[in-house]
């Protein structure tokens, strides 16, 4: 009898083969999540790619500009914005945009200068002119613009202020500091929130108490009269460099206590977890506690506080140099531009001067929806599959 007996092996033409490689489940990081989360929230992407455009113009702001920010023209003064044109006043289709001239007359009713559109002089529109000089981070100088006019006519695409200078180009111009000194601010306001807050809720005590009363007293006073009062220590022999980089320290003096208090409160939840205990019987002292442990435990939070911070700066240096009482000329910046529509009759008659108040709302708000999606996609308990 043979003993050794082996069930037969019959193998069809459907046998299935399992790959269990494929069958793994696969992990992602909480980076990853956060990503798909926020990919998710269209308007929160449609405010991340504004932004990127801002910033992108705020580093090559010169390249952008149409002229030199700060060249007047006593011959277009508070001249009207000239939009870009395909089909001219006789109905003809031109594949080239062009712009119109502009001829001046004094009003003998209202002694105002009155634009009006001259027909006879044309001027098409290129790309890749060459005109004013400017510098690119100040380092690089250059002379080369990303449009303009072919035969180098003034374009004043969004008009002109009083001095006659391009206010297309100061706008543009104004990014730079508008923009940036949020992102300056934020920054100093985050080191300071993130290492106050952080003392505050791992030590307890009275430590806690004093950061905490020091918090409420910063939080209940009025912004605008400290803003005035801290602007007010400001020499006014500093150069615009020296001014912008007050401004920035005064406004991250106000804005850090909200940092501090999301710190504060996420610290409070997580010194007592057993990670935390670990690394204090390994001998690790608080600062390495802070640092290393706790602050990667709730870095999405602290970007999302901060994302909704950076709005506030933007709108303190706004509203401080429209008040005269931040930046001042020569320094450009959205506020500054915004001083000479102060008066209701400027606004009549000149709507365009208030156009940087329209960048200020779109960056503020593109802020915000980065700032929601973000929050949405750092909870954990979001209701979205992936």
């Known amino acids: 009898m043979n003993t050794d007996q082996s069930l037969p092996t019959t193998q069809t033409k459907h046998s299935l083969t399992i790959d269990w490689e494929d069958v793994k489940p696969k992990s992602s990081s909480q980076g990853q999540l956060m990503f798909r989360r926020f990919r998710k929230h269209k308007l929160a992407v449609?405010?991340?790619?504004v932004l990127c455009l801002f910033y992108a113009v705020a580093v090559f702001n010169g390249f952008v500009a149409t002229s030199d920010p700060a060249k007047r023209n006593?011959?277009?003064?508070?001249?009207?914005p000239t939009l870009p044109?395909?089909?001219?006043?006789?109905g003809n289709f031109h594949?080239?945009?062009?712009?119109?001239?502009?001829?001046?007359?004094?009003?003998?009713?209202?002694?105002?200068?009155?634009y009006e559109i001259d027909h006879e002089k044309r001027h098409s529109?290129?790309?890749?002119?060459?005109?004013?000089?400017?510098?690119?981070?100040?380092?690089?100088?250059?002379?080369?613009?990303?449009?303009?006019?072919?035969?180098?006519a003034p374009l004043f695409l969004l008009g002109t202020d009083s001095l006659g200078r391009d206010m297309y180009s100061r706008i543009v111009a104004g990014t730079s500091i508008s923009l940036?000194?949020?992102?300056?601010?934020?920054?100093?306001?985050?080191?300071?929130?993130?290492?106050?807050?952080?003392?505050?809720?791992?030590?307890?005590?009275?430590?806690?108490?004093?950061?905490?009363?020091?918090?409420?007293?910063?939080?209940?006073?009025?912004?605008?009269?400290?803003?005035m009062a801290l602007s007010a220590t400001v020499?006014?022999?500093?150069?615009?460099?020296?001014?912008?980089?007050?401004?920035?320290?005064?406004?991250?003096?106000?804005?850090?206590?909200?940092?501090?208090?999301?710190?504060?409160?996420k610290f409070l939840a997580l010194r007592e977890a057993d990670f935390v205990m670990a690394a204090y019987a390994m001998g690790a002292g608080n600062w390495w506690v802070i640092i290393r442990h706790l602050i990667p435990n709730f870095l999405s939070?602290?970007?999302?506080?901060?994302?909704?911070?950076?709005?506030?700066?933007?709108?303190?240096?706004?509203?401080?140099?429209?008040?005269?009482?931040?930046?001042?000329?020569?320094?450009?910046?959205?506020?500054?531009?915004?001083?000479?529509?102060?008066n209701m009759r400027t606004i009549a008659l000149r709507p365009w001067l208030l156009l940087p108040g329209v960048f200020v709302v779109i960056a503020v708000l593109a802020f915000n929806f980065v700032g929601d999606g973000l929050r949405d996609a750092a909870d954990p308990y979001t209701s979205n599959r992936f």
């Open 301 to 342: 939070y602290v970007l999302v506080t901060v994302t909704l911070t950076i709005p506030g700066m933007i709108l303190g240096e706004t509203s401080l140099s429209f008040l005269g009482i931040g930046l001042k000329p020569p320094a450009i910046s959205w506020g500054i531009l915004l001083q000479q529509a102060q």
């Open 74 to 80: 006593s011959s277009y003064v508070y001249a009207p």
């Open 95 to 114: 594949f080239r945009p062009f712009v119109y001239g502009l001829k001046s007359r004094i009003d003998p009713d209202t002694w105002e200068r009155v």
């Open 180 to 227: 940036t000194i949020g992102l300056i601010g934020v920054f100093l306001s985050l080191v300071l929130g993130l290492l106050i807050g952080g003392l505050s809720g791992l030590v307890g005590g009275t430590t806690d108490l004093v950061i905490q009363r020091i918090i409420e007293i910063l939080a209940s006073i009025p912004q605008i009269p400290f803003w």
């Open 125 to 152: 529109l290129s790309l890749f002119v060459r005109g004013d000089k400017y510098r690119i981070l100040g380092v690089f100088e250059s002379d080369l613009h990303l449009f303009g006019t072919a035969d180098g």
């Open 235 to 265: 020499p006014a022999s500093w150069s615009p460099v020296q001014t912008y980089f007050a401004i920035t320290i005064v406004l991250s003096l106000l804005s850090w206590t909200r940092v501090a208090r999301v710190v504060r409160g």
């Open 46 to 49: 449609a405010g991340l790619v």
């Open 85 to 90: 044109r395909f089909i001219d006043h006789e």
